[in-house]
């Protein structure tokens, strides 16, 4: 199966057939930079092996249903010839695209520099006409106060349009450059003592409008930097009886990627724009994404919850696929459409319990690595130490009925599921803490924690799984899920008692990185 551009974008927010006008499109235009740019990072992520590029803000709270799946795509590209192949056709065809790209805009630019040279021409034919009538004797004061005013004009507009867009095709200076130089000569002026009040409140008038015009064409720099091109404001002629979806077909700006590829460029697209902010929460990075690709603050926030959208969905129907392999009923059940909540963003999401229960049996099958990464929380000061932390590595037993810690020798090229907690008070402890986990076993200190979550990412009702209270064919699933978290709660697998190891965190990297080690 394969999906366009427009459905990897937002740009499906966009009816497909419906009328669109010329400012849609120039929007339009620029997601499609931005998403035919992130396209080729996430291709040369995955090519250098980057699984950290690939740990998404997608807003459920399932950090491990991606961090799975993202093992199994880096594992497909490293074994599944078509996949290969597919992503070197997407590369070619991205490649091709952004040269379109390219074209349009310099075709647009050589029209726009036509137009410019025919006003420049017509103003100064328009002068030279004018500067004769005003040279008449005979010529009335208002007549020759309106056309003072009017060579007045004249002036001012050459003076732009010759020293903006000649000046810059001459010398190569760029908008920016001369909008700081006059920034610079302005301030300058402003600071001479005997400069009379009028000429003060002109210059500090135009100053204010060279501070509103910097930050748009720093942004359009910026653009010119990251792709080799700017988006000029008036690229496309008005589409009156055409849609985008019409005009990117016509200028070969349409690509086609499988499903799995639209996944992980999503997930890329996600990880890209994200940062912590003071508690070490992760955020979207609104400002990133307008200052990189010009998108203003209402599109940059709905492309990405756009993507949150499709995200959490296909992260939905990978459990519930994952689900389908086992013999279990009663957890395809506990995963199946009567369990999926979606929430006022359409964001969706499973019960986190069960998910992780399928993804840990599905990795035992598929005998992953894991990876515990365990940081030291004092319990005087509240505070995580995140300077340095003890990674335990583990593998599926001969049984395939829990991970065990591996003592010998690890192959630091694989990749690895990596779960980052905190234990309290974990320094001085570490030899019983370790010995501990690995009595209990690791499956039961997990599935311990995600019982004792919220299992949905929006609150729900104190109990999540009321709905299934008289199935009894999910009796047994449901009792082990109390027992669980009442063993959390007890035995300190919780944030508010993390006496033992709290889940904070996972995703996928590869195992060199993940330990530091030299790969």
Sequence with gaps: MSTSVGSITGLLLLNPIKVIDKKTIENAMLVTILITQIALKTIKALEENKLYEFDPLAGDTACQIRASKVLDLFEKLKNDKSFKEELAKTKTQLNEVNQNIKEILQKEQTKMNKLTDKLVNRLKQEKFKLEKIIKKPDLEESERKKTEERLK??????????????????????????????????????????????????????????????????????????????????????????????????????????????????????????????????????????????????????????????????????????????????????????????????????????????????????????????????????????????????????????????SGEIDIRENAFVIEGFKEDFKGTERETIQKINEIGLIKILLSNDAAHAQYFTEQDEDPFKRFKENESVSSELAEFETLKKFANENGCTSNKPTLFCIEHIYANNIGNSLGANI
């Design 153 to 406: 004009e004249i002036s001012e507009a050459l003076s732009k349009l010759e020293k903006g867009v000649q000046f810059e095709k001459k010398i190569g200076y760029s908008p920016l450059d001369k909008l700081k130089q006059e920034k610079v000569k302005l301030e300058k002026l402003k600071e001479k003592p005997d400069l009379e009040e009028s000429e003060r409140e002109k210059l500090e008038k135009r100053l204010k409008e060279i501070s509103d015009d910097l930050p748009k064409l720093e942004k359009e720099e910026e653009i010119e930097k990251q792709i080799g091109y700017k988006p000029f404001q008036n690229l496309i002629p008005t589409a009156r009886n055409s849609s985008f979806y019409k005009f990117r077909c016509n200028n070969k700006l349409e690509f086609e990627v499988s499903q799995d590829l639209k996944f992980l460029i999503e997930s890329y697209f996600l990880t890209y724009f994200k940062k912590s902010d003071e508690k070490f929460r992760d955020i979207g990075d609104y400002e990133k994404l307008e200052k990189e690709f010009s998108l203003k603050s209402v599109a940059a926030k709905a492309n990405f919850t756009f993507f949150q959208r499709n995200l959490t969905l296909e992260s939905v129907k990978y459990v519930q696929n994952l689900a389908a392999f086992l013999e279990d009923e009663s957890l395809k059940t506990l995963v199946g459409k009567e369990a999926v909540f979606v929430d006022s963003f359409v964001r969706s999401g499973i019960p986190c319990y069960f998910g992780m229960k399928i993804l840990l049996l599905s990795m035992l099958k598929k005998d992953r690595t894991i990876i515990l990464k365990i940081f030291d929380k004092s319990s005087k000061r509240g505070l995580i130490d995140r300077t340095k932390s003890t990674s335990l590595v583990f593998k599926a037993n001969k049984e395939k009925t829990d991970f065990v810690q591996v």
